[in-house]
């Protein structure tokens, strides 16, 4: 008697299933595919808002969504729960790369790293400087802006052109995107932050406590570490502190190491497959409640977590921050309006030639003073390259962007000055990688 159905017996609607989830997984792992969806929704959001639709547009994005919880009752526009709630999911993601790069990535080896890191700082302060300089006063508090990378779409950009770009190229971009996040969630911390409230400081210190008790009673399952990951959102929300700032600190302090044990993950699960095999009909649903576990402890938090939110972070959060945040109605900016010309202007200068030439510039020189290590296949065409794609400032710079402007005729102004300066960075990026690659086969010919 055979304990499966034969693969001959599986129906054809399950073998279909099979295949569409086949395929979606496949899609997942095509990092191209993170940014076109970005890119998608970013176009549906500016047709949208700029239609005979529009006013839909702003309705939807003010709907208020209410939830009554045992008498408490819980009330957000759909704009706040995209932009600090669910970008919470975002940060998180973030902290958790910044974490798993620091223990075991391009960031665990300082000499490696120096050169990025160094690339970083120079690409967050000459744009910075370049909008301080062009800005008029009452625009200034946008310098922050144009200092982001977008790591999904400048990251998107570089997948496109295939498999001729250098491991090391894409590694030395990743890292520089990662410290940009870095420098980017401080900017926002200390810049655009108001002043402390000593509650909200309670229940913020409450939810870091939690989760290092959590920590240390062995406790590495997700669900009882989100009721603290709520009071650390809601104690920085009381602060002043943008909320949503609460998923880094939650990513940098996931553990690297799986939970403590005394036996090895493997050596667990062939003694509950043994254990199984001699008392099956005992209590099976107890063996295979332990060997959940056991496998679980195979794969450390940080990957368990990152696996389990990244494709949502992509293919939901992500896009659905496009399309709340870059519909820009064009007819409603004035362009003669005190600072909106200028800060149009300051922004895509800062992001077309501010952020490359403060990376480039900073890394020849470190490379020139004997400080940096050049990675292996790496030249300054490629460099030239990365110093371009990182003017791709889109989501993190939206971000500030609403963080830095309450106007809305600025917010708009800032907004389209965002979309044209990313836009004109990734087709010049794409344009100088096909370049390179051309110019690479035309020597080895």
């Known amino acids: 008697m055979q304990d499966h159905q034969s693969i001959s017996t599986i129906p054809i609607l399950q073998k279909a299933t099979d295949k569409f989830f086949s395929l979606c997984d496949r899609l997942k792992s095509i990092e191209a595919i993170g940014g076109t969806v970005l890119l998608i929704f970013a176009v549906i959001a500016m047709f949208w808002a700029n239609s005979q639709y529009a006013e839909s547009y702003q309705n939807f994005l003010h709907s208020e969504i209410t939830l009554n919880i045992a008498g408490w009752v819980l009330s957000a526009d759909v704009h706040f729960i995209i932009n600090d709630i669910l970008m919470t999911i975002f940060f998180l993601v973030v902290g958790l790369e910044v974490r798993r790069e620091i223990y075991d990535g391009s960031l665990a080896d300082l000499r490696v790293a120096f050169l990025p890191i160094m690339a970083a700082f120079g690409g967050v302060l000459v744009p910075a400087l370049i909008y301080w300089t062009i800005s008029s006063p009452n625009i200034s508090q946008g310098w922050a802006i144009p200092t982001a990378t977008d790591i999904a779409f400048a990251v998107g950009v570089l997948a496109l052109l295939g498999k001729s770009v250098p491991s090391s190229v894409r590694i030395f971009l990743l890292t520089l995107a990662i410290i ?8 926002i911390a200390v810049f655009y932050s ?29 669900f009882p570490y989100i009721f603290p990951s709520i009071l650390i959102w809601y104690g920085l929300l009381k602060v002043g502190i943008h909320p949503s700032l609460a998923g880094v600190l939650i990513g940098l302090m996931t553990p690297v190491f799986s939970r403590p044990n005394s036996i090895r993950p493997l050596q667990q699960i062939e003694n509950i497959l043994n254990e199984y095999k001699h008392a099956e009909a005992s209590d099976p649903q107890k063996s295979v409640t332990k060997l959940k576990l056991a496998q679980r402890e195979l794969i450390n938090p940080i990957e368990r977590v990152s696996y389990l939110f990244s ?15 870059a519909g820009v109605d064009i007819g409603n900016v004035d362009l003669e309006m005190m600072g909106s010309m200028n800060i149009m202007v300051a922004i895509t200068i800062a992001l077309v030639v501010g952020k490359p030439l403060g990376i480039f510039l900073t890394t020849w020189f470190f490379i020139f003073i004997g400080l940096g290590r050049v990675p292996a296949g790496f030249n300054y065409h490629w460099l030239f390259l990365i110093s371009c794609l990182a003017g791709i400032g889109f989501t993190m710079s939206i971000f500030i962007a609403n ?28 344009v100088i990688g096909l370049w390179v690659i051309y110019s690479m086969k035309i020597k080895s010919l």
């Not at 293919?315 to 399309?323: E, G, K, N, S, V």
């Not at 917010?411 to 979309?419: F, Q, R, T, Y």
């Open 403 to 430: 963080l830095a402007f309450t106007d809305t005729i600025l917010l708009s102004s800032a907004k389209i000055g965002i979309l044209i300066g990313s836009s004109i960075a990734a087709v010049l990026g794409l």
């Open 311 to 325: 494709p949502w972070v992509a293919f939901l959060i992500m896009p659905l921050f496009a399309l709340a945040n």
């Open 180 to 187: 940009d996040d870095i420098v980017a969630v401080l900017i």
């Open 194 to 222: 108001s002043g402390l409230d000593a509650v909200g400081l309670g229940y913020f210190i409450a939810g870091i406590a939690i989760i290092i008790l959590l920590q240390k009673m062995g406790i590495f399952s997700i």
